[in-house]
DNA sequence: CATGAATGAGTCTTCATTCAT
DNA sequence: CATGAATGAAGACTCATTCAT
């Protein structure tokens, strides 16, 4: 009985933190991280300011946690994309990677905005995080390149260039395409990014197996999708 | 006598709005525009806040200045890159520009952060502004590319996401350089950046011609350095 | 519980924004609106800064609010002491009204201020808002002033001139009353206007009949205070 | 020789006085004190800010000397208006008085709003010497009421009461005229208001007289102008 | 005399955060 | 747990006045 209420309380509590979650997801994709004031936000959540900071311990540690569930899922999506199916070839491999991202930001597109727009220029804490996040990715990606590199699968002079320009690229063009274009025809673009990516690395591929597993993965996503999405 | 007055006025006052520019310039790099006061700016500059104001409108005015100054120095040089000298090969026009950049944002550091960091996210009006000059940006690079494709210079599916990719694959390097490694070593990392920008549009290329095209660039634009340093 | 808890959160309130009218009133009257702050009127009232901003958009908000809420009173008293009691003579029916204006100014000193000194010269905006209350008053006594001279009870060759005249000695000469004397004998004061205006308007009348008149109407203010007195 | 130089940069120095004198009034009158710059007036005026401190001590000083002439000139036209001419009746002398008031401030518009407008709510300086300089206008006023009282040539309860209500109607009406009617008929409005006021001081007159006497001094005004025009 | 760039104290206003209820 | 009134530090901006040229 006891344990019961207690359950309940903290799926409410959950529930609650949700609710502030998507809600500022949503008002900082519309107006800013520094446009947006703890009033917008529990205004637009029907709570109390009070109950915003029972939840978060201030504006910036919402944010902080909004671009950390973010990105674990994102990475999470990345990484079923990439590891969950073993890719036969590279191009397999980055066609999956690339095409998620597509999905994913497609899906969440307030939260594409603050990945990638709001969390830039925040301030120099933050500044710092974000910086070590990209380092991070980067890295992933050059010991990725790297080791294909090795085996003569891609064939670039610089594995570090090469893998920051690949993510470079890709989240440019994304932005780019959420800001203009209305998420439609997500294979078409995802498709020509891909390409423009795999011959840059090098990498031997047929056209017809790229549309495949673009085709692919983008229905298993579609599938798993309860198994990525944390919120909204 | 009157005019030799007025025109040392006139030089003071140019120089004075040069000292709160590359104030400015370097505070915002510090510490983002919205963690920069008029003050610091004003402190730092050894000016009143009220001299400031007789400078700029407002504080977001100086930094529209700032970016609109910059960007036009960028696209200056940019254009000097391309144009000036007809090259001889795609793979030495695209040497070219992408050095250029290089050389531009390693001589403005400061101004880079502000040009490709702060001005991401900074306020819906500047929002419009800087998608507004992406978007400009990226039409140019898609117009030549769909020139080139049209006489098999390279080899894209789509010259607009290619365009976007190229120069999202540029700033975001260029951007992480800067962020990390202190401005060394400008020749390697230019090379392998082209390199894997002319694979991925299939251009036709020699190693050693992409080396001597970088050289021949930074040797040019080193000599003609006053023709286009604005300011710092 | 909760409704008890909000009704005394709403009486608070009424309160604090009674106590901010209250002590602006004082200090504008005090020091006039230019020379206030809105430190001035915080401090006095022992609230921060934020909590003004709480109850009034802006220091001209609260301005405007001060005087249209005296505008109300005053003109409440006034339509009372016309209206409420049919007078029998023309010449009773402005006794009572210049006389209440005289209450009324004496009561409210503060707000006399307000009304008569500080909203004259204010700026544009409020200039146009004050100079519309002023038309419609004149208008209305305008009204008043024909309805008469059409039934012989006043004589006087332009209804709107003598409106504002009318009017404006009332005004000017209560202004001057509360600057100099300190709102003693009332009574004298009022009856010497009273015969000024009545012999300007060529109105029948006996001395001790107006002199019973000015008695009367301050008997029933005073005893009617309560319904009047918004505030103070 | 030395003393024509002087003499002409004296008249120099007058000049510009004037103008700063004429423009401010203007600007005052358009936008009210504090609505209007020190910036706003020299550059109206053609000149430098430092040249505005040359010839005034500061902002409140040019208010001041702009009232203080605006009130000497007022009070010239009317000493001109009641004792140039000896007026053969009580009626003449005041039709006389309140038609040179008509006829100054319709003369000089944009100083009846500095007189009447923004001199009233200033500041609590400027306020005392503006209550003494309507003290002093209500004493001689009291004072001639008082005499002709006396003297049986005016019938009211309190000289007093009736100086401040005579000036009051009168200052409250002309304002009220330049505020809608764009000052034309002033034969019209003048004698309305001479004869509320005659009335309410049981002043013996005939219409046709009134009319005539405003005939006279408007002409003689006319005639006399350059006599009393400072400025402007 | 004339200039106008420079000054900086003074104001308004916002908003993240706290805490009594 | 929830509330939202209260806080006050912080920041943008203005403008009367000065003074070196």
Redesign the pocket.
């Known amino acids: 009985m006891v344990y019961k209420r207690s359950d309940r309380?903290e799926e409410?509590?959950d529930e609650?933190r949700k609710l502030i979650f998507e809600t500022a997801a949503q008002i900082f994709a519309e107006n800013g991280y520094h446009q947006t004031?703890?009033?917008d936000i529990t205004e637009k959540a029907g709570?109390?300011?009070?109950?915003f900071?029972?939840y978060f311990k201030?504006?910036?540690d919402l944010f902080e946690k909004l671009y950390d569930e973010t990105a674990q899922m994102s990475s999470d999506i990345s990484k079923y994309a990439i590891y969950e199916k073993k890719s036969e070839t590279v191009a397999e491999r980055f066609s999956r990677a690339v095409t998620a991202s597509f999905w994913t930001f497609q899906k969440y597109k307030d939260l594409a905005r603050i990945m990638l727009i709001e969390a830039v220029g925040l301030n120099p804490q933050f500044e710092k995080k974000y910086a070590e996040l990209m380092q991070r990715s980067y890295k992933e990606m050059e010991i990725v390149l790297t080791e294909l590199k090795k085996k003569g699968l891609v064939d670039i002079p610089d594995a570090k260039v090469a893998a920051v320009a690949f993510e470079g690229s890709c989240m440019t063009y994304i932005t780019y395409w959420l800001r203009t274009d209305d998420k439609s025809d997500l294979n078409a673009h995802a498709y020509s990014l891909i390409i423009f990516i795999l011959q840059a690395l090098k990498v031997n591929f047929k056209d017809e197996d790229v549309k495949r597993y673009i085709k692919d993965i983008l229905e298993e996503l579609e599938n798993k999708k309860d198994r990525f999405m944390k919120f909204r």
Request: proline letters at 0%.
């Open positions: 309380t409410r509590k609650k004031s703890v009033k709570i109390s300011v009070g109950t900071y029972l201030n504006k910036e």
